[in-house]
């Protein structure tokens, strides 16, 4: 089970999509930011915290640019707050 957030920027208002979290049924969901187009959101990693193959595209702009995302606001640079959604399995 994981729990499914969006973040959200106090600074600028800023919102990601609604990201599912932690540990699934079968695997690990980690999130990251595209560095090309800053799309947040959530891909599958294996057990060395890569991204698995299949996997590595930005679900927006279709590049092979991303990097772990560190809850900063793409737009101020603030960090975000986690709003929990719900849960997922
Ligand atoms: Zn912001
Ligand atoms: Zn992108």
């Not at 920027?9 to 919102?15: L, N, P, S, T, V």
């Not at 299949?54 to 772990?68: A, F, H, Q, T």
Request: charged share 25%; aromatic share 12%.
């Amino acid at each position: 089970m994981g729990a499914t957030a969006i973040f959200k920027c106090k600074m600028c208002g800023f919102e990601t999509d609604e990201l599912s979290l932690g540990p699934g049924f079968a695997v690990f969901l980690e999130t990251f930011i595209c560095q090309d187009c800053h799309h947040i959101m959530e891909k599958p990693i294996n057990d060395d915290w890569q991204i698995l193959e299949g996997y590595e595209e930005c679900d927006r702009c279709r590049k092979n640019n991303l990097i772990k995302w560190d809850y900063t606001c793409p737009n101020c640079g603030d960090f975000m707050k986690l709003e929990p959604v719900g849960m997922w399995d």
